[in-house]
């Protein structure tokens, strides 16, 4: 695939360096691994020191910067989202590649009932009155169970799962071997057995929703457990039955969120956060990685450490423990300086005495 | 479906309250969700503010509590036990949505032996010599591979592995995912490369268990990686070769165990919990969420943090950790008031010399 | 099987008990498991006390340790080297119980280029324009899609998925349910809601690579994310967009690590370990269990603890933070202390006034 730079300038709103804009770019790269004929980005400072000599056609960066000799700019507001535009541009991956039509060996119930222009992939499996919306695809090897209603121009990825009695809105993506609706994980004690608990409730995940790549949803012990439109889980993330999860809420890869806790919206999350269950996370919190929270997070609040707390306490918490070393010294010094002073004291009062 | 009133006391025991008999409940919900025609429960203290205004048909409660205005209570010895006993009533999922019958799309080994009433659901595949038990259910997409011996009344959702020669007792649940017998993680260093160190042993998954989506249970690299029964584990477990978990132990999602440890009957563990290797965990013992565990656990021990201790001891040390900011102070003070005394002594040594 | 204690010695490279050559070796074991008939070792000194009552035929040792009464030892220099070769003679295991031959059931895109002695099991499905070099296994219910290049002497487990456009080296191992070249985890705000950046790159893994089961391993932004020659994954690691992996690095269970991060060659990551994004782990650096690693790590060094720090210096800080309640109350009697010296000292002073 090719672009010219006029093209590309014309996307991201910048003026055509004079006398490039026929100049063909064949691809995007980083700034360190970008041939001739590539185009590339500047957007964290880490990597500005590349900048000299990359040998990009364009790097695309904020406004300002001096140009080294021999390198293009291309100046912009926000570098990042420019280039966000520019992958777009040169994005050759398709619908089609997933399914493309029903396919033969697609086993699909007499009574599924599916949209106009729904595709079924190879072996992917379609249980009693499912509905599909129009223009979704369903990958090979996924399954979805009877009952569960899908949207319309979903996108499910190979080998997925939908459980019985689940929705899913439109516009949802879901990766290779996800897991919606498993059973929540419910036992009552019986003497020194357990009783398993029926896991009655289903999951509803809305719209422009996407879950990625081995991510479990467990169904509601009874209701459901709710990820709202917007919301985008990363792989291998565990969400326990009842949880609700707030709209535009952005989670990271193998965070755990514990039974009934319900999480804002706007919330960021960053990976193998784990989150006690019952709990409610206000919106626009923000949890950082590892964070073990046990206890509600107010909005807007930034956590972090275990058990998780205020960013700027944890930080000052750890930045204390690496003197607590030097105030052991400290301490067992004045020990002994407090006792020479109440030696010589003491010896004072029995010479005054 | 619908169930009166009448029939929900006879189930959990209680008094019908007066007229209310033939009320028509059709369904379950939270006690701050419920709608009218709707039950509910109060077990944890945490949702007593929503008694008051909640629509519910009735409430299952712990006896003792006064009732607000217009509001039914049901009263029990445990109302969460109670609760799902009723669950169960309004239960009207079936193994028969996993798969009914030997769908025409499965592939079965000639040689394969299935009991009675078995169900394989659409692409499934179960390999050579593999024996299942009757009544057993394999969901849709599901693999069950050469040798392995699956026994009666299993539940195994869709798009499962089960490796070769594993072997799986009565009444197990596997959820959609799971792989069981997947190689322990071995390799001897050669020189600067790695040689795999083959994993001949398997798997054995006692009656009773349930295996959660996208949980992992490596084989033995020798003899057996062991699933007592009745053992419930959650979602994404990691479960490496060699371990053995023991009778009735529960294990939360997302936690990892090492190869070679074993964990006592009884334990309860909870989510993203990790376990080095060869470690013994007692009986009735007990691992906080996201702890470490480092060493041998005794019986009854609960620990929890990095690295995992005594949980009494991780609170008083986080505790005292929270004081350690203030601490850097005081002590800093004390410096100076040190100083000054012993500035003053020498003052007066000097003075008396 | 069987096998001579003969046959065991010479593979071993030790010497034969007298008279006890032909003895018939049926299998393998634990030191405290071994049956009459089967073959143990000793290399972990945490298992010694099993030796003197183990009923193993023989027990392979490190040289120099007493034989007891009635054990019959193998001393080799090392003996974990040696049982791991023993392994070998025992394993019964065939990448013909994955896949023999191309099953009926398997769906084959007409343009997908197949080498010699490619076997593909039931159900699987390979997509258009891949190519499969010769005697590759492809297990049950796998996906390769579109695009994708496999290498030659791969073993695919079951319900496997590669996604488009990713590339597979020769003698690669990939275990059930393992996800490849899934979306990286990338959004760009706009306004409230999140626009999905395209992820456009591919995932390159190299020769002999393993990966384990359940791990994800999301495919680059743009250009490559990599897992280079050699390495070892384990189970249900996270792998973000535009990773790179070096060479030989091994990483146990539940690994995570952030977009655009860089692991040196011969790394020791233990399990649960979490990495930010754009790190640089050195060669031959080593990272504990559950670490979370925020900074670069230097080659070779040795880290643990979160956040991440040396591990001499992270044991220290947790030896001190042990203490710190007795320091809580040292420094609260020497306040005390400092307090009375300083009212005698100012009773002094007032006396001499």
Redesign the interface.
């Known amino acids: 695939m090719t672009v010219t730079l006029d093209t590309i300038c014309r996307v991201i709103g910048c003026d055509v360096p004079s006398g490039a804009g026929a100049i063909a770019v064949q ?4 700034i360190e ?1 970008a041939e001739p004929g590539e185009i590339t980005f500047l957007s ?1 400072s ?1 990597y500005a020191k590349f900048l000299p000599e990359t040998k990009a056609a364009a790097v695309i960066v904020p406004r300002g910067l001096t140009p080294p000799p021999g390198v293009r700019l291309l100046e912009v507001d926000d570098a ?2 420019a280039f ?1 535009r520019i ?2 541009l ?4 398709s619908r089609g ?2 399914a493309q039509g029903i ?1 033969p ?1 697609a ?1 699909i119930a007499p009574d599924a009932t599916l949209g106009e222009n729904v595709s079924v ?3 992917a ?1 379609i ?2 009155s499912v509905t599909v919306g129009k223009d979704t695809v369903i ?3 996924s ?1 979805v ?3 569960s209603r899908i949207g319309s121009g979903c996108l499910f ?3 997925v ?1 939908i ?3 689940c929705s899913v809105g439109d516009r949802v ?1 879901i ?3 996800a ?1 919606i609706g ?2 929540g ?1 419910g ?2 004690p019986e003497g ?7 896991q ?1 409730g289903r999951v509803r995940i809305e719209d ?1 929703v ?1 879950i ?3 991510t ?1 949803i ?1 169904r509601a ?3 459901e457990t709710v990820i709202a439109r ?1 919301a ?1 889980l ?3 993330i ?1 969400v ?1 039955h ?1 949880v609700k999860i707030g ?2 809420t ?1 989670i ?3 965070t ?1 969120i ?1 039974g009934s806790t319900t999480i804002g919206t ?1 919330v960021k999350i960053g ?2 956060a ?1 989150f ?1 269950g ?1 709990l409610t996370v206000g919106d626009g919190a923000s949890v950082g ?2 964070g ?1 929270v046990t206890k509600d997070v107010p909005p807007g609040e930034i956590v972090s ?3 998780a707390k205020n960013h700027q306490q944890a930080m ?3 930045a ?6 030097d ?2 010294k ?2 067992k010094q ?2 002994q ?2 006792g020479e ?2 030696r ?2 003491r010896r ?1 009062d029995e010479d005054n005495a």
């Open positions: 691809g995007i790269a980083s691994d964290n880490r990042y989202l966000v992958l777009g040169f994005d050759s991956r590649d997933v396919h060996s086993v992939g190879p072996c499996v249980g009693r990958g090979p090897g399954v169970m009877s009952g990825y190979p080998n799962t459980m019985d009695g993506i990766h290779a071997g897991v498993s059973d994980f036992f009552a020194r057995t357990l009783r398993k608990i029926p009655i422009d996407e990625g790549a081995c479990c467990d012990a009874f209701g917007g985008k990363d792989n291998l565990q326990a009842n709209y535009s952005v990271a890869s193998q755990g514990s706007g990976g193998q784990g006690a019952h990685a590892q073990g450490g275990y058990p000052r918490l750890e204390a423990l690496r003197r607590l070393p105030l052991l400290t301490v004045q020990e300086r407090i002073l109440e010589i004291i004072q």
